[in-house]
């Protein structure tokens, strides 16, 4: 359900280049953090120069592409600036390519990477760096690209060499930080897909209004939707599959993975679907979930805290005559995904009296609606109680390491954070109309 965050910038540690450890990503993102506090912006990069057009109509073509591109047509914009290269053709020779040719090939690089391809970004981001060699744009662009391609060296040399160029842009130094991250889970033969509602699942379709009405309002909760993959097997588990099943079901075959079970955080409706809490269920509608995952995989497994249960069962009617496929997870239950992938459950109450959170590889962690970037859960909803959730803060995680990334299950604050971060908190939470003043509570204390 819906979490009240408060956003933090309190951060002090530098970059530590081409580490790959865990504390290295935790580092780069403090940088990012304290590089937003003192006011830069993230849009810097797009900004910090722009040259004038050569004549009208090329003026044009370009407006009409910058047009497209912020109505997010991306199509439509690769065509138009397309247009104005074709009209400065006869300058695009490397002696006089001009910086307003290399920022249309910038552009379109951009408008090729939002329609994902990869390949023709990085021809476009060459002839940026080919034209504008002093720019961090071509770097970055194809960066971004390689980042796609899993060429995660290549992104790091490229993202590396446009921060030497732009040392203060924050976005820069949070895409080192992903990357590190992202090359420490191939490293382990682990992928993690994280699938949000709007980009990855949840597309409108033209025959079925009322299901597209239910996808705007997912895209409204910003839930992540993960999926845990191990390479060696291709064996995965989804993580609160909710709001569009069928569409978390074409995304694991398309990655040609196999799913072996589902793992519920927490009972709250936007993780497990079902029917939704007074008053949306006078309207009568159903949210495809862990239920209509159990339907269209047969034999699946779910795995979900006992004290959960019977609230995801009287959401979900129909998973009574499914119960012997639910498996119950204590504290401390494990699971397997071949001979490299390891998750551990851990009971966390406090958002609801059976949330759990779930730590992969005892590097990653899951955590629901209990921890976020800069916030926890909401304790004033059903299943809340804000003692349990201080012994959860203070306790159950104080074993967890700092470099410990955390992916939670909104999109709220951010897609990621570390454990070393969030314990740096010391600060005034917000739970709906309850202000509730942490002063005395080392947040998510080792002593």
Same mark, same amino acid.
């Given at each position: 359900?819906?979490?009240?965050?408060?956003? #933090?910038?309190?951060?002090?540690?530098?970059?530590?280049?081409?580490?790959?450890?865990?504390?290295?990503?935790?580092?780069?993102?403090?940088?990012?953090?304290?590089?937003?506090?003192?006011?830069?912006?993230?849009?810097?990069?797009?900004?910090?120069?722009?040259?004038?057009?050569?004549?009208?109509?090329?003026?044009?073509?370009?407006?009409?592409?910058?047009?497209?591109?912020?109505?997010?047509? =991306?199509?439509?914009?690769?065509?138009?600036?397309?247009?104005?290269?074709?009209?400065?053709?006869?300058?695009?020779?490397? +002696?006089?390519?001009?910086?307003?040719?290399?920022?249309?090939?910038?552009?379109?690089?951009?408008?090729?990477?939002?329609?994902?391809? &990869?390949?023709?970004?990085?021809?476009?981001?060459?002839?940026?760096?080919? !034209?504008?060699?002093? &720019?961090?744009?071509?770097?970055?662009?194809?960066?971004?690209?390689?980042?796609?391609?899993?060429?995660?060296?290549?992104?790091?040399?490229?993202? =590396?060499?446009?921060?030497?160029?732009?040392?203060?842009?924050?976005?820069?130094?949070?895409? !080192?930080?992903?990357?590190?991250?992202?090359?420490?889970?191939?490293?382990?033969?682990?992928?993690?897909?994280?699938? *949000?509602?709007?980009?990855?699942?949840?597309?409108?379709? +033209?025959?079925?209004?009322?299901?597209?009405?239910?996808?705007?309002?997912?895209?409204?909760? /910003?839930?992540?939707?993960?999926?845990?993959? $191990?390479?060696?097997?291709?064996?995965?588990?989804? !993580? $609160?599959?909710? &709001?569009?099943?069928?569409?978390?079901?074409?995304?694991?075959?398309?990655?040609?993975?196999?799913?072996?079970?589902?793992?519920?955080?927490?009972?709250?409706?936007?993780?497990?679907?079902?029917?939704?809490?007074?008053?949306?269920?006078? #309207?009568?509608?159903?949210?495809?979930?862990?239920?209509?995952?159990?339907?269209?995989?047969?034999?699946?497994?779910? =795995?979900?805290?006992?004290?959960?249960?019977?609230?995801?069962?009287?959401?979900?009617?129909?998973?009574?005559?499914?119960?012997?496929?639910? !498996?119950?997870?204590?504290?401390?239950?494990?699971?397997?995904?071949?001979?490299?992938?390891?998750?551990?459950?851990?009971?966390?109450?406090?958002?609801?009296?059976?949330?759990?959170?779930?730590?992969?590889?005892?590097?990653?962690?899951?955590?629901?609606?209990?921890?976020?970037?800069?916030?926890?859960?909401?304790?004033?909803?059903?299943?809340? $109680?804000?003692?349990?959730?201080?012994?959860?803060? /203070?306790?159950?995680?104080?074993?967890? *390491?700092?470099?410990?990334?955390? =992916?939670?299950?909104?999109?709220?604050?951010?897609? &990621?954070?570390?454990?070393?971060?969030?314990?740096? +908190?010391?600060?005034?939470?917000?739970?709906?109309?309850?202000?509730?003043?942490?002063?005395?509570?080392?947040?998510?204390?080792?002593?």
């Amino acid at each position: 359900m819906f979490s009240n965050c408060m956003s #933090f910038f309190q951060c002090t540690s530098k970059n530590s280049k081409r580490s790959s450890s865990p504390s290295s990503s935790y580092c780069c993102r403090q940088q990012y953090k304290r590089n937003m506090i003192s006011g830069m912006s993230t849009s810097k990069l797009s900004a910090a120069f722009r040259p004038s057009a050569p004549n009208d109509r090329t003026f044009k073509s370009v407006s009409k592409a910058n047009d497209y591109f912020a109505k997010k047509e =991306y199509k439509l914009a690769i065509d138009e600036y397309t247009k104005a290269l074709t009209l400065l053709q006869p300058s695009l020779d490397k +002696k006089n390519a001009t910086a307003f040719s290399a920022l249309i090939f910038s552009n379109r690089s951009a408008s090729y990477y939002q329609c994902n391809k &990869w390949v023709e970004a990085i021809k476009d981001a060459n002839q940026v760096i080919r !034209i504008k060699p002093e &720019w961090p744009k071509g770097y970055f662009r194809r960066a971004e690209a390689n980042l796609k391609l899993e060429k995660y060296d290549e992104a790091l040399e490229d993202y =590396y060499t446009a921060q030497k160029k732009d040392p203060q842009n924050p976005q820069i130094t949070l895409r !080192i930080a992903k990357t590190l991250i992202l090359r420490d889970n191939q490293d382990m033969k682990l992928k993690i897909y994280a699938l *949000e509602p709007g980009q990855d699942i949840c597309l409108h379709t +033209k025959t079925n209004p009322i299901q597209n009405k239910i996808f705007d309002y997912a895209i409204d909760m /910003k839930n992540i939707i993960y999926i845990v993959a $191990d390479l060696e097997t291709r064996k995965c588990v989804v !993580i $609160d599959a909710c &709001w569009d099943v069928d569409g978390i079901l074409r995304f694991i075959k398309k990655k040609k993975l196999e799913l072996v079970g589902g793992i519920v955080t927490h009972y709250h409706f936007d993780h497990v679907g079902g029917i939704p809490p007074s008053p949306f269920d006078q #309207f009568r509608i159903k949210v495809s979930g862990i239920y209509s995952l159990m339907r269209r995989v047969p034999k699946l497994s779910v =795995y979900i805290n006992p004290a959960d249960i019977p609230h995801v069962l009287k959401s979900n009617p129909g998973m009574s005559e499914l119960k012997s496929r639910i !498996i119950s997870t204590p504290d401390k239950f494990t699971l397997k995904l071949g001979n490299l992938t390891n998750l551990q459950f851990i009971h966390v109450p406090g958002h609801t009296e059976g949330s759990q959170i779930i730590l992969v590889n005892e590097t990653r962690l899951f955590t629901g609606d209990t921890l976020m970037v800069g916030c926890v859960g909401r304790i004033d909803l059903p299943g809340g $109680d804000i003692k349990e959730m201080k012994k959860t803060l /203070k306790e159950r995680l104080s074993d967890l *390491e700092d470099g410990t990334v955390v =992916y939670p299950g909104h999109n709220y604050g951010g897609e &990621w954070t570390t454990i070393g971060m969030e314990r740096e +908190k010391e600060q005034e939470w917000t739970f709906a109309s309850i202000k509730i003043i942490l002063s005395s509570l080392v947040f998510i204390s080792k002593n």
